[in-house]
């Protein structure tokens, strides 16, 4: 079985940083697209970034993008999400997520879910 865990969610004020982290175990994930998404509450899950597995190629949206850093230690089966500059608006449950197919930024592009880590920034 695929299973995604995330860790590393807490409280921090505006501007400082958080690093997440998903464990995955159960498959081999090379070419895999691994993604991360973010809920607010009261508000849909909305894309933050991706990557693929093996290579590397990541990309983010608008939002957090200069912001935010997806990277991977594939010996330890572990992916991150590097949080700087934090903004009260980054506040939401924070999921790992893998894709079988290319990825994309819908959530429908994903077959894995974590059960998700809570961020929350303070003003």
């Known amino acids: 079985q695929v299973q995604l865990v995330e860790s590393g969610g807490g409280l921090v004020q505006a501007g400082g940083s958080l690093r997440l982290s998903c464990a995955a175990s159960g498959h081999t994930f090379s070419g895999y697209v691994m993604g991360w998404f973010r809920q607010a509450p009261g508000k849909e899950r909305e894309f933050v970034g991706a990557?693929?597995?093996?290579?590397?190629?990541?990309y983010y949206s608008d939002s957090v993008k200069g912001r935010f850093t997806i990277s991977r230690d594939n010996a330890k089966n572990m992916m991150y999400l590097q949080m700087n500059s934090l903004k009260p608006e980054d506040t939401a449950v924070y999921y790992c997520a893998a894709s079988r197919a290319k990825g994309g930024s819908s959530v429908r592009d994903y077959d894995y879910w974590g059960q998700g880590t809570q961020v929350t920034v303070s003003a």
């Open positions: 990557t693929g597995w093996s290579y590397g190629n990541s």
